[in-house]
Nanobody, 123 residues
Framework: QVQLVESGGGLVQPGGSLRLSCATS????????ITWFRQAPGKEREGVSC????????NYGDSVKGRFTISRDNAKGTVYLQMNSLEPEDTAVYYC????????????????WGQGTQVTVSS
């Protein structure tokens, strides 16, 4: 069955970096889109970055453009989110999720989710 497992979260100071990993199993990258979402306390879940395997397109939320980079390692079945220049506003639980087809910013369109990893940006 499809499984997603996030790792790499933690506590980092403002301006620092983290790399999140999403280890996948049970499906083939070629036909799926994988998106990183985040959810801060009291806020709605928001899309951070998406990688669409079918057309190779990546996209980013406005708040993370130029700071975050999504990538994948097909051999390892893992998707990464490199996060640089972190700000306190980036504090949230980060989830990876996947859906058949192309990227979609609406989280309800995603069928499979990981358990999440906490990212805290604080001095």
């Amino acid at each position: 069955q499809v499984q997603l497992v996030e790792s790499g979260g933690g506590l980092v100071q403002p301006g620092g970096s983290l790399r999140l990993s999403c280890a996948t199993s049970g499906f083939t990258f070629d036909y799926y889109a994988i998106t990183w979402f985040r959810q801060a306390p009291g806020k709605e879940r928001e899309g951070v970055s998406c990688l669409s395997s079918r057309d190779g397109i990546t996209n980013y939320g406005d708040s993370v453009k130029g700071r975050f980079t999504i990538s994948r390692d097909n051999a390892k079945g893992t998707v990464y989110l490199q996060m640089n220049s972190l700000e306190p506003e980036d504090t949230a639980v980060y989830y990876c999720a996947t859906r058949w087809g192309f990227c979609n910013s609406d989280y309800v369109e995603y069928d499979y989710w990981g358990q999440g990893t906490q990212v805290t940006v604080s001095s």
